[in-house]
């Protein structure tokens, strides 16, 4: 019993990662950002200008390929629609050719039916 008990001191915990999967609901391991700068003793944090990441993009002037829009598009200058405006239009579409309903008087038409209410059974 002590024996594996120092075995157990000496080896240490056998755990993998520790990720958010086996934290707390809010624990948040991140991505691998790297920081920015560091925290001060009294709250404040301070960036180091050495850490930030420049991005350098190069001269686009003489560039073969063209924008996705092009700046001579016309601009489109809208009224704005408030929610009575969007209700009537709604209504508008939904508001159908009434449809006439005519009785099935005919014999034909009738027989038609029955032989198919016969045939389903």
Do not use: C, W
């Not at 993998?16 to 391991?29: D, E, L, Q, V």
């Not at 560039?63 to 009537?88: C, E, H, M, N, W």
Request: overall charge positive; charged content about 25%; glycine content about 10%.
């Amino acid at each position: 019993m002590p024996l594996n008990l120092v075995r157990g001191i000496l080896r240490g915990p056998r755990r993998g990662n520790f990720s958010s999967k086996f934290g707390p609901r809010t624990f948040y391991k991140g991505r691998g950002a790297k920081p920015t700068g560091f925290h001060l003793k009294k709250g404040g944090y301070m960036s180091v200008i050495s850490r930030i990441p420049e991005f350098i993009v190069p001269d686009l002037t003489d560039f073969k390929l063209k924008a996705y829009v092009d700046p001579g598009a016309p601009i489109l200058k809208l009224q704005p629609v408030s929610s009575t405006d969007i209700r009537a239009a709604l209504e508008a579409e939904r508001h159908l050719p009434e449809t006439v309903n005519t009785p099935a008087s005919d014999t034909a038409a009738g027989e038609t039916q029955a032989a198919a209410v016969q045939h389903r059974l």
